[in-house]
């Protein structure tokens, strides 16, 4: 049936003449009860597509699924929209698996697309290019809980896409994202032990919101994303302002029940479209090699060799193993082709039998010890404030660095509520901090993710720009790194922080608590600041951010398929402790609280308040005035809407010059009122006075001095500097000055 048949059945069972129908829409709504069916006609062309919807109601809105509709060549694709936000999520995969690697190649991206918000890129090529830091950290959290759940041995490349294409302001993109990886995933034929769901919690006066709207989590004192399997919580990303262990306990545990409900109705999805999984070729290492392995290098001495707190010497063994190993296989080509992954899993065997069953760390340490802590602040000269933090063997130096509000930095992505950042975390790994040698390429997905987490924990402390008006940006600098330098970077930026002199509400510090788990949920242990051994071979990667009062930042990365309850909130118990030691006896001692006043070689900046109508008369005509005022002071004026300005220098006493000729600029003129300036034009009438920039008022010739003269230039030259007092406004609407009165006034 095309439309036009369509069309005339449905005309002849109303009695509205074919004009009307088109007119009132009464066509298209019907064509759209018949759309629904799954079958479409279009124009005069025959249509046929079937597909699949699916829907459920989420927190009050709509989620809808549409399967088989678009991108059917993807080995899963879903066509997700929950309310108005629409996105394409694809998953496929490569036919064979990619030769010479030893980890699985999963790639995820999240495309924005500025056409969802009805916006034109900006720039001179008007294209989306380069992915966003929001894209990047989009796509890290979709990659956290989706990768442990596809098979260990699997070695073909995978790409889950997610293309933003239509933004609803009530139901924010990255969550829809998220769901649409999770069930194109599951409903292709890509080995994948899911699902797995997520439900982000925002909390508003005192209130979670389930799946808040892009305003209500802008501004709430809680962003929280919570990814769960069918039993256990697999991912947890958070942001908070200062909200108690229990308060944040209670939150993801309510998202978790959320997401119980979410991925039954993903069952039902991929129990009806499904398609059945593909085989593969398994890279697992032969058990052979293992044995033959064992022979040659025994239990005891890979403990040995990786039982060591010394980064470099446990490196140096492990590199005598493979060298030995390399020698005794050098006949047996396929051995050699696995060697390197079969000695990785020989060291994380060790590793996990040390810690679980033994309960011996590499580094000798006790379970709940923390490395040895120092601290110090203003170790580089002349930056606004410095601070290194050092953990063992890593070791951050932060940087911070105060600039006028004009410097933010600006952001042109999806969130309409985000247009500017005024503070600004950056993380830096150089190759040397592992004793690598590499080029620096910029930062990658890692190091913006770091930074990210850095910033989200800090920014629930800093103060408003009514209190402390400038930008802030800390860099941190890994110096060394061996496990935790993202946690290690909270701690040295706080201390940046109140050497440059930011008033902050609290300290902030950060720790990151480890797993090792055996065969059943209760055989387990949790390690309180792990290094980057028992990171690589442990199961978590759990780490916690915030003050004496609550918590500020969450991130938990897992290996294995979900953690239990119990294990959740005794990491966050442990992280506590560790936090609260950290704080009072190596952050607060090297500097108890924020600097009163910033930095010698930092910008001062004082704020006044000026009427905004005024707004103009201080820029002037296409900015003659402000400039100006600028060129004579040396210092930067930001004005904003509601007559906030800001002026910014290192000179006070210009500073305060600028300042008094603003607030003249900006006074409405009394009689009796003293001024100075400065003589810039005469005429045979009088003179001109310039007392501000912009500002000009005139003497005339009869009020330059008591006694008659002929000439004005007899008294006055260009440039003299002349006090005067204000005569009001004369015949011509002109600001009237008088030289001679001045006395009198005075």
């Known amino acids: 049936m095309t439309y036009r048949d369509f069309y005339k059945e449905y005309h002849e069972c109303v009695d509205l003449d074919a004009e009307k129908v088109l007119r009132y829409g009464v066509f298209y709504s019907c064509f759209d009860v018949f759309h629904n069916t799954n079958k479409y006609n279009q124009g005069d062309f025959e249509m046929s597509k079937e597909f699949k919807r699916y829907q459920k109601e989420i927190a009050g809105r709509m989620l809808t699924v549409d399967i088989g509709r678009v991108a059917a060549q993807a080995n899963g694709a879903a066509f997700i929209k929950y309310g108005d936000t629409t996105v394409l999520s694809t998953c496929t995969a490569s036919e064979k698996p990619r030769d010479g690697i030893d980890f699985f190649p999963l790639s995820v991206e999240y495309e924005e697309k500025l056409y969802s918000v009805g916006k034109i890129p900006g720039g001179f090529n008007k294209r989306e290019g380069k992915a966003s830091e929001n894209a990047v950290l989009t796509s890290r959290v979709i990659d956290r809980p989706m990768r442990p759940l596809f098979p260990k041995d699997y070695r073909n490349d995978v790409t889950l896409n997610n293309l933003v294409m239509s933004v609803d302001p009530e139901c924010r993109p990255e969550l829809v994202a998220m769901l649409g990886s999770s069930i194109a995933t599951c409903i292709s034929d890509v080995p994948f032990d899911g699902p797995c769901a997520m439900t982000q919690v925002g909390l508003i006066d005192g209130e979670f919101i389930i799946n808040p709207t892009q305003k209500q989590w802008d501004e709430g004192d809680l962003k929280l994303t919570v990814a769960s399997t069918s039993q256990k919580v697999i991912m947890i990303e958070a942001g908070a302002n200062i909200v108690p262990e229990a308060k944040m306990i209670e939150a993801i545990y309510m998202a978790h029940d959320i997401n119980q409900d979410i991925i039954a109705f993903i069952n039902e999805i991929v129990a009806e479209v499904g398609k059945p999984k593909h085989s593969y070729v398994s890279c697992a290492v032969p058990e052979e090699l293992f044995a033959a392995i064992k022979e040659i290098v025994p239990p005891a001495a890979m403990e040995d060799a990786v039982f060591s707190d010394e980064k470099q010497v446990r490196e140096e063994n492990i590199r005598q193993i493979t060298e030995k190993l390399e020698e005794a296989f050098a006949d047996n080509e396929e051995w050699l082709a696995v060697l390197p992954d079969a000695i990785y899993q020989y060291q994380k065997k060790t590793v996990r039998k040390m810690i679980l069953k033994d309960h011996k760390r590499p580094d000798g340490r006790a379970i709940n010890q923390i490395r040895p802590l120092a601290a110090e602040v203003d170790i580089i000269p002349r930056v606004h404030g410095s601070a290194m933090f050092t953990r063992g063997q890593t070791q951050i130096c932060n940087v911070c660095t105060l600039a006028p509000l004009s410097e933010i930095q600006k952001v042109d992505g999806l969130d309409e509520n985000v247009t500017s950042k005024r503070y600004m975390h950056h993380y830096n790994f150089p190759a040397y901090s592992v004793g690598e040698t590499k080029v620096s390429r910029g930062p990658g997905r890692r190091e913006i993710g770091h930074g990210a987490l850095a910033e989200r924990a800090l920014l629930p402390v800093l103060p408003s720009e009514e209190e402390f008006p400038y930008a802030i940006r800390t860099v941190s600098e890994t110096f060394e790194s061996n496990g935790s330098t993202s946690q290690a970077s909270i701690c040295a930026s706080t201390m940046s922080l109140m050497a440059a002199g930011v008033p902050i509400k609290k300290p902030v510090a950060g720790i990151s608590c480890g797993l090792v788990t055996g065969d059943t949920d209760d055989e387990y242990l949790v390690l309180t600041d792990i290094q980057g051994l028992e990171d690589f071979f442990g199961d978590m990667d759990f780490k916690v951010a915030g003050t004496k009062d609550g918590i500020t930042a969450i991130q938990m990365d897992i290996k294995i398929h ?100 603003i607030q003249i600029i900006t006074t409405d003129y009394y009689e009796g009122q003293i001024l100075e300036g400065d003589v810039v034009s005469i005429k045979e009438f009088g003179a001109f006075v310039e007392f501000a920039p912009g500002k000009e008022g005139m003497v005339h010739i009869s009020k330059i001095a008591n006694e008659r003269i002929n000439h004005v230039e007899d008294v006055l030259t260009l440039g003299d500097h002349v006090k005067v007092v204000c005569l009001g406004k004369d015949k011509m609407g002109r600001t009237s000055f008088s030289i001679k009165d001045v006395k009198d006034q005075l």
């Open 562 to 661: 979900g953690l239990t309850r119990p294990i959740v909130e005794e990491a966050i118990r442990r992280t506590r402790e560790a936090r609260m030691y950290i704080l009072n006896e190596v952050m607060l001692p090297a500097i108890g609280a924020p600097r009163e006043k910033v930095g010698t070689y930092a910008p001062k900046i004082v704020q006044i308040q000026i009427d905004p109508q005024k707004i103009g008369d201080v820029v002037g005509q296409r900015g003659k005035t402000i400039n100006t005022l600028i060129e004579r002071t040396g210092v930067k004026i930001d004005i904003t809407d509601d007559g906030s300005v800001s002026v910014c220098g290192e000179d006070e006493a210009m500073m305060q010059e600028a300042i008094r000729l």
